[in-house]
């Protein structure tokens, strides 16, 4: 059933997300928006399109989001695999993306507080990286607990 829902999910955001289709989209709402006087404005007739995007909006939230969710996790397990892979990069960001969201502001303080301090308040282009850390004598604290790490304990 996953399997399945995946590729649905994958056809249907690529079919949905193609100029034709927003066209057809438009077209089907000018040829309601005509049959106004043949049905005399009706409510059964406000009631078709209401009804009908309800129901598309609805489903396709879902769609969507599965969609979503599939790149986000599979673009921060090649992002991990860089981090892991790069001698130079910090791995204590593996994983972040389980924090909460005031970990994650507590994280990007320290890096934004860092980059000030590497550049003097300019504006930064890079963060320092775990070499940088050292040359200035910064220890580097052990890595960040991640939601997976706390499972594994557990």
Do not use: Y
């Not at 979503?68 to 790069?86: I, P, S, T, Y």
């Not at 993306?97 to 990007?108: A, N, R, S, V």
């Amino acid at each position: 059933m996953e399997g399945f829902f995946a590729r649905f999910a994958n056809v249907t955001s690529r079919i949905a997300g193609r100029p034709w289709t927003f066209l057809l989209c438009v077209l089907v709402v000018l040829a309601w928006a005509i049959s106004g006087p043949v049905f005399h404005f009706s409510q059964t007739w406000q009631l078709v399109i209401n009804t009908g995007t309800t129901i598309v909006t609805f489903l396709m939230v879902f769609l969507i989001q599965n969609t979503q969710n599939r790149d986000g996790a599979a673009m921060q397990a090649k992002l991990d695999e860089l981090l892991h892979a790069v001698g130079k990069a910090d791995e204590r960001f593996i994983g972040i993306e389980h924090l909460t969201e005031k970990d994650l502001d507590h994280i990007l303080e320290q890096v934004e507080d860092r980059a000030n301090r590497l550049h003097g308040g300019a504006q930064m282009p890079v963060v320092a990286t775990r070499a940088e850390d050292a040359a200035r004598g910064e220890t580097t604290p052990k890595r960040i607990p991640t939601h997976r790490s706390r499972k594994a304990k557990a």
